[in-house]
């Protein structure tokens, strides 16, 4: 039997079917989705003729070149290590991404032009705005948790109803009551304050779980173990608790970051020159939404991967006391 290991895919029976198996897939998709008619068909056109690529037959035509492709470029790429097939696979697939955006008729000098407002302004107020809110919601999730696990009832009802709420109503209207309602009861608040409002109470809310979760995860005989030594409790869950929870509340809370970071884009609604605004404004104004949308995408993508470095880096360092 074949096990699923990188080990087993590099003999050669075993890499032969792993890359008949993703070939199959391959033709599976191709002709369901008629890659006859697409982007592909027109690159196998000059050895194609139309009648060839027309109708069943050129689905089947085309499928069948897509799957000899991959299957191949399968076996040629799972003879590699593990870490040199990593690092393949995503450079083909971001070039297959690339591609698909440069099969439509984009006007990159345009884009040329747009791209340093849209990183100066957009991309500077993104990362202003997601890095007070997610700052702000560490505080609330953290108070949250310890709320709900105080054992007051009074404090544990406060925690519970904050998560319940924020949770279950959707961030855009969290964000029209913050900033429409606000108003009405005497306090005027502008477009970026709004945002980090919403933001930071909505995805404190989230974390608030994850906060609970990781300071439940350590066992109660390390609390014991510090009333044994006589340290105070606050003293304890700062210096004993909080270090080793970090372990398993690091992971989620960065993607809840990049899910922020992303889900920034609605505050664009109150007027927020975000990427997202600038993106909508500066495209429609000429016409060019659809490159500007393009770019914008880009732009989140690479802030994206930046903050998943950033997120391997400090589970690292929260990591490094299981390897003692």
């Known amino acids: 039997m074949v096990t699923l290991t990188n080990g087993a895919f590099r003999q050669g029976p075993a890499r032969l079917k792993a890359a008949a ?44 070149v897509i799957f000899l492709l991959v299957s191949g470029l399968g076996f040629l790429v799972l003879s590699l290590s593990r870490r040199a097939q990593l690092i393949t696979v995503w450079l083909l697939l ?43 919601a560490f505080i609330f999730a953290l108070l949250g948790a310890t709320a709900k696990l105080s054992g007051i009832g009074v404090v544990e009802g406060v925690g519970a109803f904050y998560t319940s709420y924020f949770r279950g109503v959707p961030l855009l209207v969290q964000l029209f009551l913050i900033y429409l309602g606000l108003p009405q009861i005497g306090y005027v608040i502008s477009p970026v304050p709004a945002a980090i409002i919403a933001l930071s109470l909505v995805y404190g809310a989230y974390m608030t779980e994850i906060f609970r979760s990781g300071i439940q995860s350590i066992s109660l005989g390390q609390w014991e173990a510090a009333d044994a030594l006589g340290l105070p409790r606050l003293l304890t869950f700062r210096k004993v608790i909080l270090p080793q929870a970090m372990r398993v509340i690091v992971p989620p809370t960065g993607n809840q970051f990049i899910a922020m970071l992303k889900d920034s884009s609605l505050v664009s609604v109150v007027g927020v020159w975000d990427i997202m605004f600038i993106a909508r404004t500066q495209g429609r104004s000429d016409f060019k939404i659809l490159e500007m949308l ?23 360092h929260y990591a490094k006391s299981l390897k003692r």
Do not use: C, D, H
Request: no cysteine; glycine share 8%.
């Open 21 to 64: 198996t993703l070939g199959s897939l391959a033709f599976v998709l191709a002709f369901f989705l008629a890659f006859n008619q697409g982007l592909i068909g027109s690159f196998l056109r000059p050895a194609m003729s139309e009648e060839t690529l027309a109708g069943w037959w050129g689905r089947f035509s085309v499928s069948m």
């Open 294 to 316: 393009i770019t914008a995408s880009i732009i989140y993508w690479v802030m994206s991967v930046m903050l998943e470095f950033v997120q391997q880096r400090i589970e690292t």
């Open 94 to 136: 971001a070039a297959g991404a690339l591609g698909f955006f440069l099969s439509f008729e984009l006007s990159f000098e345009f884009i040329g032009r747009k791209l340093p407002f849209l990183i100066t302004t957009g991309a500077f107020t993104t990362l202003y705005v997601s890095a007070i809110a997610i700052t702000l």
